[in-house]
């Protein structure tokens, strides 16, 4: 009775728009308030406040600020300018141009922010641009900077996994290194899409092949592109853990724009020549920090809330008969992943991405052990469920940024990025039924030592 209580209470306070964060926590203390009135619960309320404060304290978390960090500044330095002119070079050529430009700089910049929100925010304010500028339709522009966005968490560094990490007790590493091959597949598919869509529209090119412009624009951007293979490769050869990888690419970030931007532009003018960098200037600094504190707090409020939440949910022991319910209709794998696969797409639409990891994690991970499934292989399956879950209404924050980057209605950007679910639910589909796809990479790694 006080279980279906607890669960009915949250409903109710996200129905009514309250911040998941205090839904969690507020249900949660109505729980023990309850309890405690009635003698069912012995645990006193005070309770609510230990365990979210545990919640939190968690090393592998730290990682959470500096990454967002590391991406606000490459957002605000103009480094996303550079990583867009260098996908324009290396493959603005092809038919339906600027659509490959778009899927090919999500993936770069994956590899230094870590979230589809700021990829979105950040890279696609410029794609769409770009995109209009050129005659492609808005709304075509804007569907695929949304499902190109969604390459973000999957490709290292990524949010998300080091949520599903620390909750699910898994390596980060390897759930970084399990990415890459997904996150390539999705932008293969995302790529395919495109050039379907320009032979279909008769797109022609947007920028013809030139050599030396391919060179100069790697120049620029050489730098920032180094981001991603450092992490990765000092996190692969046991250099640094994911949380100092996440100092070092705030660092890194910092580096880049305080500093080596600044005095290649002082270069530049000494040559006569135009500025070729944004520089960030200490105001800038202060609004990206304060940002960063912001989105901080908001990401670690909801996982104390939704830690509180969880605990309630274990030691009434509501998982085990969750689970024991779960295997009732799905005492096989494949069986199972359909459903967690259909349950976390409608989870999706109504649910912040962190917490639904950090509430469902502990409710259905425990069945895919015990049905064989590896804890790297589902944190993959939920993450990329959940990223399509930004795309759909009434929750997807990706929907929201791009109405305001775009200036289309809501309506109308929904519209516009339906099509382009589909997709993202193919690539779903193959990395479930085809677990080498996420963990082929990190076994070999594993073999050879690095992991």
Not at 96 to 104: D, I, R, S
Not at 156 to 162: A, D, G, I, K, T
Not at 166 to 173: D, G, K, R, T, W
Request: aromatic share 10%.
């Amino acid at each position: 009775m006080l279980v279906t209580l607890l669960l009915v209470s949250l409903l109710v306070m996200i129905v009514l728009g309250v911040p998941i964060a205090v839904a969690l926590a507020g249900s949660s203390l109505f729980f023990l308030v309850v309890g405690n009135i009635t003698g069912e619960v012995t645990t006193p309320a005070v309770t609510v406040i230990h365990r979210m404060v545990n919640g939190v304290d968690s090393f592998p978390l730290l990682a959470v600020p500096f990454f967002i960090m590391a991406g606000n500044l490459m957002n605000s330095a103009g480094i996303t300018k550079q990583i867009y002119d260098f996908a324009v070079a290396a493959v603005g050529w092809l038919k339906g141009g600027l659509g490959h430009v778009n899927v090919a700089g999500s993936v770069i910049f994956a590899g230094m922010s870590g979230t589809a929100v700021a990829d979105a925010g950040g890279l696609g304010t410029i794609e769409i641009k770009a995109m209009r500028d050129h005659g492609y339709d808005t709304g075509f522009a804007v569907g695929l900077t949304a499902a190109s966005s969604t390459i973000g968490p999957i490709i290292p560094p990524s949010l998300p996994l080091v949520i599903y990490g620390v909750v699910a007790n898994a390596s980060i590493s390897a759930l970084f290194v399990a990415g890459i091959v997904p996150g390539l597949i999705m932008a293969a598919v995302l790529s395919g899409s495109v050039a379907f869509y320009a032979h279909r529209y008769g797109i022609g090119r947007d920028a013809s092949f030139q050599l030396r412009a391919l060179g100069v624009s790697f120049v620029h951007a050489f730098l920032p592109l180094l981001t991603p293979a450092i992490i990765i490769g000092g996190m692969s050869f046991g250099l640094f853990t994911p949380t100092e990888a996440a100092v070092f690419a705030c660092a890194y970030a910092l580096l880049l724009s305080l500093v080596i931007h600044r005095v290649f532009n002082w270069v530049l003018i000494a040559r006569g020549r135009p500025q070729g960098y944004s520089v960030l200037t200490m105001r800038q600094l202060v609004r990206v920090t304060m940002d960063t504190i912001e989105t901080t707090a908001v990401v670690l409020l909801i996982v104390a809330g939704a830690s509180i939440f969880g605990w309630i949910l274990t030691t009434t022991r509501t998982t085990d008969a969750l689970g024991a319910w779960i295997l009732a209709f799905a005492d096989d794998p494949i069986t199972f992943l359909i459903l967690v696969n259909l349950f976390l797409l409608v989870v999706g639409c109504f649910m912040e991405t962190i917490a639904a990891i950090t509430i469902l994690t502990p409710v259905l991970l425990p069945v895919a052990i015990k049905l064989g499934i590896d804890p790297v292989h589902f944190g993959l399956i939920m993450v990329l469920n959940l990223m399509i879950g930004l795309l759909t209404p009434p929750v997807g924050m990706v929907l929201y940024v791009l109405a305001r980057v775009s200036n289309l209605t809501f309506e109308e950007t929904v519209k516009a990025v339906a099509p382009w679910i589909v997709p993202l639910l193919l690539v779903l589909i193959l990395i479930t039924f085809v677990p080498e796809t996420v963990l082929w990479l990190p076994r070999t790694l594993k073999e050879w030592g690095y992991l």
